[in-house]
């Protein structure tokens, strides 16, 4: 007996050789299946295996927009933690430049231990504040300041 011919994929009127034609359909092909015809299956495909290919090729469709999001975070982020940490040290730096003012505005009438109390609250926040190790040298001068500030504090005149 000898071997049947395949009837897979024909029709009644088509005939082996223009059953895989775009043309032989009456219906309009989508873009996939005209690019489909154009160039054969995708390089994925031919290489690795159907699950394989399939699973590559949704995660390459996935990273791009990933990334498209993720490159411009990467280059932003560390320009935020900078000014987070030295939003940090700013405040602090207000409240001393407010002390300074408040000795300079009394010259020595106002209550020179609430003052100092202050700054030592003062210093004891710059103390408590977590900072990396880049950041350390302006917490050094940031308490170098405060010390300045008790000095003048101490050398200020009092009325009598």
Do not use: C
Not at 7 to 30: H, K, M, V, Y
Not at 66 to 91: A, E, Q
């Amino acid at each position: 007996m000898p071997p049947r011919a395949s009837t897979r994929g024909t029709t009644f009127s088509s005939t082996p050789t223009n059953s895989r034609r775009p043309e032989a359909s009456d219906f309009p092909l989508s873009d996939e299946a005209l690019q489909f015809h154009k160039s054969g299956r995708p390089f994925l495909h031919n290489q690795l295996p159907f699950w394989m290919a399939t699973a590559i090729g949704k995660l390459i469709i996935l990273l791009i927009p990933i990334l498209g999001v993720l490159y411009p975070m990467m280059r932003f982020l560390p320009n935020l933690f900078d000014w987070m940490m030295r939003s940090k040290i700013s405040r602090l730096y207000g409240e001393l430049r407010f002390l300074e003012e408040e000795i300079e505005a009394t010259r020595g009438a106002g209550n020179v231990q609430d003052i100092a109390a202050r700054l030592d609250r003062l210093e004891m926040q710059a103390s408590r504040l977590r900072m990396p190790l880049a950041y350390a040298s302006m917490m050094y001068i940031l308490q170098n300041h405060i010390d300045l500030v008790r000095q003048r504090l101490q050398k200020a005149p009092t009325r009598p």
